[in-house]
């Protein structure tokens, strides 16, 4: 007999084979309609798998409504994507179909050379396929059979993967959409017209099982919904996305540059780049100060076995640099993390309960070898500088030092206009044995993250926890930031660390009340994470159009003719003298045309200044997202200005019709 818990708490008893699809049909027509899968025991399947013969299970009917439902529909589009694909061109040897965050893709090899041209003629055939509303049937064959099966169908890679990728793996599904078949694990809904809305996004090059030694392919992109106008929605931000990238932008607003000379993930921050960063440094060195840290330098480089004792080499020497190896035999590594050298700085001198907490910050430069592929601007490169700090503490500090570091890290976000966002706190998973530790430290230290999550009044929605998920020293919590388009962001983060003081790593002591030794508890922390990956993020969320305590130029002085520049330069001279970052355009060119430059820089202000503003010592002031302010007297304008600036405020975001070439627009925001 098998029980069959439903989410509303009922039990529907079975003595025969069933399947999701049937106990949808028994509790109602509409409902065995709208079922587009299920989830049994947590798990996601088709809504025609055989539930087990006997014992008890959950079971969740998915629909429209559910978002597991969208990847699965997804996963059946890339089907029919591919169908329609082998329909049109000849040859067509398949790869691998799965769902990506945002849609799908199927890697394929044919002679056709697939660009946007094909699109219509692909989504055409995939709607007619849609039409039909054939069914996804799901059968298994013993490996020989289905590796005789593949070469039957002409399909070389998956006859591979099946010899090599699923080796031990004695049965195979596949599944058949009239005259298709593929080689897939699943799982599908039930037939093609339940797919919505679909759309084919690009194409590029990959190769098979992602080895550049191997056979390139093409890879095919697309996306689908359940409806039309989500469908729309989504090319909308995808499209907004597009004029928002901080690759562009960074371009166009002379922000960043990347040299292949200099070295692929290596960025030169430009004048107007660096001002960014430095306010942000600046800011956040503030606040360090104020919380009581104390600052330190750290080389760029170390010995070798200094990155052995703390486990960073060779365990993550994959996404290292080499080591250099000088004449004398000693090996140097550039550094790929700041804490074992605080480590050493704690181990400086001997330590008593009375030093701590002791807390260590640095906006230390490190690198990571990330592969070629893998690199994107500045929110993926090989050289970061992280505002690192690493706090030293006992065991009894651990709470409110956690605590403090949480709350410094939502005052940075908050500042920066970066309310969206959730905490994800990383624990162990009990199951494993990859953790250091004792148990009890575990619990203890979980226990207390909670604890100070639930002080700082983090709404339950907002805050998850994720066995498994842990450092292997300790547990964390992961700031997730969503930008203004709903993209999510991993930024800041908060770790303990149980691992780099122990024995068997630096052997960290302090002497207690006791005066007997005790080991320290050690804190990561790292509010915006990489200084590079952040102000990516930022150019991003702001389309480039800082708030005026960051851009890198916070007015322009503009005259209406040359002869009023003497004035111009006074005004810029005050401004400057006020601690503000100002340039002067006193060209020979029309008023429009020096508006139209400074907006294109996504200026915040422009002091416009003609006869009559000369003659009252006064600017006009010209707002960049209200536009036409009025006069003012020279000393209340900066007054204005200077008090926006300390209050670090961030405006609301205003639609605009900017254009920064090519016929692109933004949309400015402060």
């Given amino acids: 007999m098998l029980s069959v818990q439903l989410p509303d708490g009922s039990v529907r008893q079975y003595s025969h084979p069933i399947r999701p699809s049937e106990v949808a049909a028994e509790i109602g027509a509409g409902l065995a309609k709208a079922t587009i899968a299920a989830e049994i025991d947590g798990q996601v399947v088709g809504a025609d798998t055989l539930l087990p013969d006997d014992g008890q299970v959950k079971l969740r009917l998915l629909t429209k409504k559910d978002p597991e439902a969208l990847a699965v529909m997804r996963h059946s589009c890339a089907h029919v994507m591919a ?76 006859v591979e993967h099946i010899s090599q990728g699923l080796a031990d793996h004695p049965r195979l599904s596949f ?55 989500e469908l729309e929605a989504h090319l909308e931000r995808v499209e907004e996305a597009k004029r928002r990238d901080h690759r562009l932008l960074g371009k166009q607003l002379e922000l960043f540059s990347v040299n292949p000379l200099v070295g692929q993930g290596l960025i030169l921050w430009l004048p107007r780049g660096a001002v960014i960063r430095g306010e942000l440094e600046n800011f ?55 804490c074992p050298h605080h480590v050493m700085i704690y181990k400086s001198r001997p330590r008593s309960y009375r030093d701590l907490p002791l807390r260590l910050a640095e906006f230390g430069t490190v690198y990571r070898y990330e592969q070629s592929g893998e690199l994107n601007g500045m929110t993926r490169v090989r050289g970061f500088t992280q505002d690192d700090a690493h706090l030293f503490c006992t065991e009894d500090q651990v709470a409110e030092e956690f605590r403090a570091c949480i709350s410094m890290t939502q005052f940075v976000l908050q500042t920066l206009g970066l309310d969206d ?27 207390a993250l909670q604890q100070v999550c639930s002080d700082l009044d983090i709404p339950p929605e907002r805050l998850s926890i ?15 930031v969503a930008d203004c388009l709903g993209r999510e962001w991993q930024l800041g983060t908060v770790q303990l660390d149980y691992n780099l003081p122990s024995a068997e790593r630096f052997n960290l002591e302090y002497i207690g009340p006791d005066n007997k030794p005790h080991r320290p508890v050690m804190i990561h922390r790292a509010p915006l994470g ?42 810029e001279t005050e401004l400057r003298q006020a601690g503000l970052r100002v340039t002067g355009d006193y060209r020979a060119e029309k008023i429009g045309a020096k508006i139209r430059d400074a907006q294109l820089k996504l200026t915040p202000y422009m002091f416009v200044i003609g006869g009559r503003e000369a003659e009252e010592n006064a600017v006009s002031i010209r707002d960049r997202i209200d536009g036409d302010l009025g006069s003012l007297p020279l000393a209340a304008a900066i007054a204005k200005l200077r008090e926006e600036v300390a209050a670090r405020k961030v405006r ?3 639609k605009s019709s900017v254009s920064l070439g090519e016929g692109k627009g933004i949309e400015t925001l402060y």
């Avoid at 017209?193 to 590029?204: D, E, H, T």
């Avoid at 994720?466 to 997730?480: L, M, N, S």
């Fill in 421 to 447: 966002y959730r905490v994800r706190l990383g624990f162990r998973d009990p199951a494993s044995d990859k953790y250091v530790g004792s148990a009890e430290s575990w619990e203890r230290a979980e226990a």
């Fill in 175 to 229: 599944y058949r959409q009239g005259e298709f078949v593929d080689l897939c694990r699943g799982p599908h809904i039930p037939s093609a017209g339940k797919i919505g809305a679909f759309k084919l996004l690009s194409v590029a090059g990959a190769y098979w099982k992602g080895d550049a030694s191997k056979q390139q392919l093409q890879r095919l992109y697309g996306t689908a919904f359940f409806s039309k106008e």
């Fill in 530 to 571: 990489s200084m590079e990956r952040f102000i990516g993020v930022l150019i991003e969320h702001y389309a480039g159009a800082f708030p005026l305590w960051l851009a890198p130029e916070q007015v322009r002085v503009v005259t209406v003719s040359q002869k009023f520049e003497e004035y111009g330069r006074q005004v």
């Fill in 466 to 480: 994720e066995r498994g998920e842990a450092a292997f020293y300790g547990p964390k919590a992961d700031f997730v």
């Fill in 284 to 338: 956040i060195r503030q606040e360090l100060i104020q919380r009581g840290y104390d600052p330190v330098y750290t080389p760029n480089i170390g010995r070798v076995e200094l990155y052995q004792i703390s486990g960073h080499y060779p365990y993550y020497a994959d996404s290292q640099f080499r080591p250099i190896e000088m004449e004398e035999g000693e090996k140097y590594l550039l550094k790929p993390m700041n």
């Fill in 83 to 158: 169908r329609a694909v082998m329909r049109l061109y000849p040859g067509v040897d398949l790869a691998f179909g799965p769902t990506t965050e945002n849609g799908f893709y199927y890697d394929m090899a044919l002679e056709h050379p697939i660009s946007e041209a094909d699109f219509p003629a692909i989504e055409a055939e995939m709607a007619k396929i849609i039409k039909q509303d054939e069914p996804f049937e799901r059968y298994e064959e013993p490996r020989e059979r289905a590796v005789q099966l593949c070469r039957d169908l002409k399909q070389p890679l998956k």
């Fill in 652 to 654: 609301q975001i205003v």
